[in-house]
């Protein structure tokens, strides 16, 4: 196999250079390694043997390290039995009744392989079951499906025809009066209500000031009714649309049961993915039973919904990793590790800021467990040149951190290297700020994903 000049050779063969657009080389600093071989708990080698330790954690799919082992003895046993069979496996079964019981809201469940398949097959479970065309989406959280009827709502809608994205609606998140707006404008038309419960936005951001930790959830707060998941779920009920929280990022990570028992709230329907397997290529749509048999073949004489009919939907290597993966959170209280590291990451971030005299113009965004940092320029504007130069920095300093996503491995001894890493990265940062970033910056800053032109 021919060795070297990964990014030429990538790019040959793979439109993008990636298969997801967030792996692409607009999306890190020159410095950063061209490919990847392998991962092993919080560390990543590239093809040159350099080690890394990393927050990017497969676009936030591992939760528990890379090659964990008892997820990979698991899955080593499992494909033994032949990985993908004629009919419904006994390992489907197990999974299926495994989130079943998990998730409060989930009566049934549909599986299968990206979280962009099973967020159509949310939106296409309201149209079925309410006989309306509009689902509303807010325009904060960037991603929800590579499918048209989505993608084609932002800048990168290039050969999507308009019919296939005009019955999507945009509204603010926070704002509970632009999704009124929309609900009298399209009377009895709209048919879901889709968002994610928390980005680093979150639903109680609006006058609430108590903290959010894993030991004080957002249910038990006595403001929690009026958050806003609430008052979107009390909008929906009222106009007879269907509340669906799309957990792909937020599951796994606020709680064992997803944000939607952190934040208090039962959806109609719910998504979710990327955590649930450990980085193996598993995601679910879930939901009462009444709305989910909308894909029933059981209620002879019913019409017909053809909702997720996917091969690899029920293949059992990966759905094995699932169930192993639930046994590993229970017994480790993973979600609680989550909370705890990012606490003292924020606050070890924010004391090196403070000391530096840049609090104002590097920080952490968000909860603990969800968080992004947020990079400004001398002028106090938001600056993509800035946070290039930050994990431009971090690089150097061998933490891959192209946003903040740690795990289970991520430990005492991450800390400090991230800690030590971000002082120097940082010492560079208020240098810049001083100097301008163009003297310290090497190659192009990174970029949007959702853009109009490359």
């Known amino acids: 196999m021919e060795k070297g000049n ?63 082992p008892s997820i990979n003895q698991a899955v080593i046993e499992e494909i033994q039995k032949g990985n993908n069979l004629t009919r419904a496996s006994l390992t489907e079964l197990e999974a299926a009744e495994l989130i079943v019981d998990l998730i409060p809201g989930a009566e049934m469940v549909k599986f299968a392989k990206n979280g962009s398949n099973v967020t159509t097959g949310a939106a296409k479970i309201a149209r079925s079951y309410t006989g309306r065309k509009y689902i509303c989406v807010p325009r904060q959280q ?3 499906s590579f499918d048209d009827w989505f993608i084609g709502t932002t800048q990168v809608n290039k050969g999507i025809p308009d019919a296939h994205y005009n019955t999507t609606l945009v ?75 799309d957990e792909m990022i937020t599951g796994f990570r606020f709680h064992l049961q997803g944000a939607q028992t952190y934040f208090g709230v039962t959806p109609d329907i719910s998504t979710f993915g990327k955590g649930m397997a450990n980085g193996y290529a598993v995601a679910a749509l879930v939901g009462k039973k009444e709305i989910m048999e909308v894909g029933s073949i059981r209620k002879i004489g019913a019409e017909r919904t053809f909702l997720l009919s996917t091969t690899h939907g029920g293949e059992m290597a990966g759905l094995r990793a699932f169930i192993e993966t639930v046994k ?59 946070r290039t130069l930050f994990s431009q920095e971090m690089i150097k300093n061998k933490v891959l951190m192209p946003w903040v996503s740690p795990s289970l491995m991520h430990g005492e001894l991450e800390l400090d290297q991230t800690l030590t890493a971000a002082k120097n990265a940082l010492t560079v940062y208020a240098d810049a700020l001083n100097s301008g970033v163009d003297k310290f910056l090497i190659g192009d800053a990174v970029k949007p994903v959702f853009r109009k032109f490359n």
């Open 6 to 68: 990964y990014k030429e050779r990538l790019h040959r063969v793979i439109p993008g250079g990636a298969h997801t657009y967030s792996r692409g080389d607009d999306q890190f600093p020159q410095n950063a390694p061209e490919i990847l071989k392998n991962g092993l708990g919080a560390y990543v080698w590239d093809a040159y043997d350099n080690k890394f330790l990393d927050y990017g954690m497969a676009l936030r799919a591992v939760t528990l390290g890379y090659s964990y």
């Open 142 to 144: 960037p991603f929800f």
């Open 171 to 245: 509204f603010d998140y926070g704002d509970i009066e632009s999704l009124e707006k929309l609900f009298l404008q399209y009377p009895d038309q709209i048919a879901g209500v889709l968002m994610e419960p928390a980005t680093t936005l979150l639903p109680c951001d609006n006058g609430c000031k108590e903290e959010l930790t894993y030991d004080k959830p957002c249910n038990a707060c006595p403001n929690n009714k009026v958050n806003f998941l609430h008052q979107v779920q009390k909008l929906c009920n009222i106009n007879g649309a269907l509340f669906i929280l």
């Open 328 to 386: 590993v959170y229970k017994e480790k209280n993973v979600c609680a590790h989550l909370w705890k590291y990012g606490e003292q990451l924020k606050n070890g971030i924010n004391n090196i800021t403070k000391e530096l005299g840049i609090s104002e113009r590097f920080y952490f965004d968000g909860s603990s467990v969800l968080m992004n940092y947020v990079t400004k320029d001398a002028k106090g504007e938001i600056s993509t040149a800035f």
